[in-house]
């Protein structure tokens, strides 16, 4: 059986409307029109012991309400899902005891406390043993560097700091599955990069299935061989990241230093003009007759550098975020 | 160590912290004090009879310390980090823990109150020497009904906690609640007898005030110090405090129930 099981996910929120002025402000005090939002509509899919899989969109998409759902924040108004054979929202002691949800916008610590007291606080939430808590606490705070700090209190520590307290607090209990929303928003590169580190060691060695939402195209990229894209509440690519682009469009970007200036027809022989800086010349050239048109350009024109290089992801996924807005 | 018998020894440790705020809090309470000193005062000059309402001039003095005092010991405050809790989705953490926000947040106000008790405690028997040995004020003191006494608050202290654990459901519904709160906490010390014994407003408004769980806060317990109320009354009285406890906690179970509902409808 899979970690996780989605089948036809759906949540509606209801809202007000107000348009703008005194009147109808007033108008408001004694009818309010209810209008629907679909945030998550008939998602399905699947996740197996150990796999990371990254959640792709863009803001409002339904990323997070997703996983609110999955760790029983929230109830579905439609569909079904189950997680280490539970249903989240049921809100077991068991099924609470098993997985984790980190959000990188909000803290999970106690603020007034230093964090090891809250650390310790959780390992009593949790009903961790002393040997076990020791163990972990120790480990973990090696591994994320900051160890030297858990005795300062929450508030006086730095974001990123925080968050690498967080995540030590979030795995106290060994969880089998852990949610993360955006753990490193906000965050700087370094920081980022010793977060990632973290987790696909940590993947490695306990085994642990990870779901990760992220607006970092490197925090997916190094991470998760499989994402799963939802756009408008509905999943629109569910696989390996590094094909997307191959699904869109077949091209190839090239990038090149010419020693003299060449006219725009001449370039456009060889493919799509995407820029033109001075001597400097990108051009976009279909896949099938890459290699062709490339030998001839490096036969004809004054070419003093050259670099060739995949459409970037974020292009594909951009291309994937419109087509599913066409669709919807 | 349980769960929340470390919520408790938190909630000691914070007010611990704290506690040259709480001390200071108790010191606000002089001025108000001191108002009413004057005013009792004049009041009595211009009145031949010894007693008004039923009150000489030393019981309303020694009744209006011991109101300040319990007014501070039995507050709350924690109706506005639940606010903070509902309004920051900070609520969804006690959601994915397992541990319950009831009993996160009574055993969190109860360990707070320890420290404060035992300041209160103090300061009470220090007034209590002082009136009755120093000023020989006549003022009857009987070691039963100090006991007693500390029962009472115990629960009026309980009572209370119930009391705003229900107005804090406010913070589901409403996104500013500051208002309402302080509005509110104004009202029950008047109708708890914070202020003023309740005998001051008069058989009209008492028949209401019967029916409101407020004046078993301040009021109740002040009587079984001051000797005011009979032995059967006394029992009577934490009777219905103990019923209002119980009626507080299922009004506070429904109010929740309600108001989870709708913080998980828009989204947390």
């Known amino acids: ?328 | 160590m349980n769960k929340y018998a470390k919520v408790f020894t938190l909630g000691l440790l914070n007010a611990l912290e704290y506690r040259v705020n709480f001390l200071l809090t108790l010191l606000s309470t002089i001025f108000p004090i001191l108002i009413q000193y004057f005013l009792w005062s004049t009041i009595f000059r211009g009145n031949s009879e010894s007693e008004v309402l039923g009150y000489q001039f030393d019981q309303i003095i020694f009744y209006t310390i011991c109101a300040a005092l319990l007014s501070k010991l039995v507050a709350a405050g924690f109706e506005y980090d639940v606010s903070n809790d509902v309004r920051t989705g900070q609520l969804s953490k006690f959601i994915v823990q397992p541990i319950g926000y009831f009993q996160y947040r009574i055993s969190s106000f109860l360990g707070g109150k320890i420290p404060q008790i035992i300041i209160v405690t103090f300061i009470l028997v220090l007034i209590l020497v002082v009136v009755k040995w120093v000023l020989q004020l006549d003022v009857e003191v009987a070691l039963l009904r100090i006991a007693v006494f500390f029962v009472a608050v115990a629960l009026s202290i309980v009572m209370n906690f119930f009391i705003f654990y229900c107005l804090s459901t406010f913070s589901f519904w409403f996104v500013e609640v500051w208002g309402i709160f302080y509005t509110f906490t104004l009202l029950s010390s008047v109708a708890s007898g914070g202020i003023f014994p309740l005998d001051m407003f008069g058989q009209g408004i008492n028949k209401v005030l019967d029916f409101l769980p407020f004046k078993y806060i301040i009021f109740f317990p002040i009587n079984v110090l001051n000797g005011k109320l009979p032995w059967a009354e006394i029992a009577n009285g934490m009777m219905l405090q103990l019923g209002w406890i119980l009626l507080l906690f299922i009004c506070s179970k429904f109010l929740w129930y309600k108001g989870m509902q709708r913080f998980e409808s828009v989204g947390g």
């Open chain 1, 1 to 328: 059986m899979s970690i996780i099981e989605v089948q036809n996910l759906s949540k509606q929120f209801s809202y007000y409307k107000k348009e703008v002025g005194l009147k109808s402000s007033i108008k408001n005090l004694f009818h309010r029109e209810a209008l629907y939002k679909q945030a998550v509509k008939d998602v399905s899919f699947t996740v197996e012991q150990g796999e990371i899989v990254g959640f792709l969109g863009p803001n409002g998409a339904g990323k997070t309400t997703t996983l609110k759902m999955l760790s029983g924040i929230i109830y579905p108004t439609g569909g079904n899902a189950t997680v280490l054979g539970y249903k989240p929202w049921e809100r077991k002691k068991a099924f609470k005891q098993q997985f984790s949800i980190v959000m990188g916008q909000k803290n999970q610590l106690w603020w007034d406390l230093p964090a090891n007291e809250s650390l310790n606080l959780n390992r009593c939430i949790y009903e961790v043993s002393d040997q076990d808590f020791k163990m972990t606490v120790e480990e973990l705070s090696e591994l994320l560097d900051v160890k030297e700090l858990l005795k300062i209190q929450v508030r006086r520590l730095s974001l990123g700091e925080r968050m690498k307290m967080e995540l030590i607090a979030a795995l106290l209990h060994k969880p089998k599955v852990i949610f993360l929303d955006e753990p490193t928003i906000g965050l700087d590169l370094l920081s980022q990069k010793k977060i990632r580190e973290f987790f696909k060691y940590y993947n490695q060695q306990n085994k642990v299935t990870i779901v990760l939402t992220s607006h970092y195209m490197n925090d997916i990229v190094d991470l998760c061989k499989r994402t799963i894209i939802i756009n408008e509440g509905a999943v629109v690519y569910d696989g390996e990241l590094a094909k997307i682009n191959a699904m869109f469009d077949a091209t190839k970007i090239v990038k090149v230093t010419l020693s003299q200036t060449v006219s725009d027809a001449d370039l456009l022989q060889y493919g799509v003009i995407k820029n033109v800086d001075g001597l400097e010349v990108t051009l976009e050239i279909e896949k099938e007759q890459a290699k062709h048109n490339i030998k001839s350009m490096l036969d004809h024109l004054p070419i003093l550098d050259f670099t060739l290089e995949d459409t970037p992801i974020e292009e594909g996924i951009a291309a994937i975020y419109q087509h599913g807005r066409k669709q919807a």
